[in-house]
C-alpha cells in the first residue's frame, strides 16, 4: 500500500521528490506517514478535505479486501 499512497501523493504535488511516505504496522492496524513540503499541505488536503478523505476511502476499501485497517496521517514539520 506504501507504494500506492506514495504513487497518488506524488502525483498532486507540486514538488514529488519532497514526498515521504513510511508505513508502520502492529498486525491488522497498519499506519502510514505522508509528509510533503509545506506548500503542497493544501493540495494535499484539497477543498473542505475532499482530496485526503478520497484517499482514506481508497485505503479503507483496500483494508477491506486484505482483511487490514490503514490510517492516513498527513505530518507537518
Do not use: C
Not at 10 to 37: F, Q, Y
Not at 42 to 67: D, N
Amino acid at each position: 500500500m506504501k507504494e500506492a499512497v506514495e504513487r497518488i501523493i506524488s502525483s498532486l504535488v507540486g514538488e514529488p521528490d519532497a514526498v515521504e511516505v513510511n508505513e508502520n504496522s502492529d498486525g491488522k492496524n497498519v499506519r502510514i506517514e505522508v509528509r510533503v513540503a509545506p506548500q503542497d499541505m493544501g493540495r494535499i488536503i484539497g477543498r473542505e478535505g475532499r482530496t485526503v478523505k478520497a484517499i482514506r476511502s481508497i485505503l479503507f476499501v483496500a483494508g477491506q479486501k486484505h482483511g487490514r485497517r490503514y490510517q492516513l496521517d498527513l505530518i507537518e514539520d
